[in-house]
């Protein structure tokens, strides 16, 4: 943890008033760490910092190569502690409150044609070490194309949520804020084959008295599911079989292209924003853009005028 006295009960407030997942928590954490790293080496401390050493901080972080986004990151965490000081009363002064950060480049998120999906949604029925590798993998492709989840969203999923052959799946993302999103065929189909495979195994633990689990994807692991981690090797793998650079697939590529490919064929922006749980729909405006760079591209490349 931080030397500062204050990070510990700041990430305690964030994670109590804002619900803030494990992921935001560890992110404000790095960023504190590298601030409090920063000043000490300075033979400072986060109570006794001026706004001129959080702007070397953040001159350092550009000089390391830091972007924009990660610049600003890292301001917004510093921001965010010394207004939670100053509210305390543990300061009388805010050092950080005029501070204002790096513009942010705007880059449009990286996205998958349909074929491509479409070659990576067959590998993964062919990609695995046995039937239930194979089914599994399916299933998680599946379900991350037909519903735009987060990573963690689906590896987190319990069992219970997709039991009764549901038409929509109830997800729990962001600040613990709840919606329901339809369940493609190819997604039930997907579902209801995993699941024979993954009752037998379940099934056989619980002849050997062995624990069992209530994750759909069950993990030996310490979380008791299939680690985001886990999931981001095993898309490269499946991309790999598909005969598409793996550095191209994420599986947020795959979200990309859930709301991409619904924009393109019709979708209400509004009806995107709800499905893919974006807070504020001026996160989900991005993806017009993509849809017009795409256009573009085409009418450049097929104009008969076109040079």
Known sequence: MSSSPWTEPF?????????ASDN???????DLRDFDVFLTDK???VANAKRRDIEDHLVALDTDGKSAATRARHLSSIKQLY????????MDDNPAAQIKGPKKTQHLPATLSEADVNCLLEAALNTGRNTFDRLR??????????????????VSLPVA??????????I??????????PLSTPAKIAIAAYLVE??????LLASKRLPTSRMLFPSSGKLGHLTRVRFYTLIKEIAVVAGISPATVTPHTLRHAFATHLLANGADLRVIQMLLGHADIATTEIYTHVLDEKLQELVLEHHPLAD
Do not use: H
Not at 198 to 203: G, I, L, Q, S
């Open 172 to 181: 729990k993302g962001k600040g613990g804020r709840e919606r329901l999103v």
């Open 137 to 154: 993998n399916s299933c998680l492709m599946q379900l991350l194309y037909a519903t735009g989840m987060r990573v963690t969203e689906l």
């Open 43 to 45: 033979r400072k401390t």
């Open 198 to 203: 993954r009752d037998k195994a379940e099934a």
């Open 83 to 90: 207004r939670f000081a100053f509210d305390e009363g543990w």
């Open 161 to 170: 949520a997709v039991r009764g052959d549901p038409e929509m799946l109830l």
């Open 11 to 19: 990430l305690e407030a964030i994670r109590a008033e804002r619900d």
């Open 24 to 30: 935001t928590i560890q992110a404000y954490w790095r």
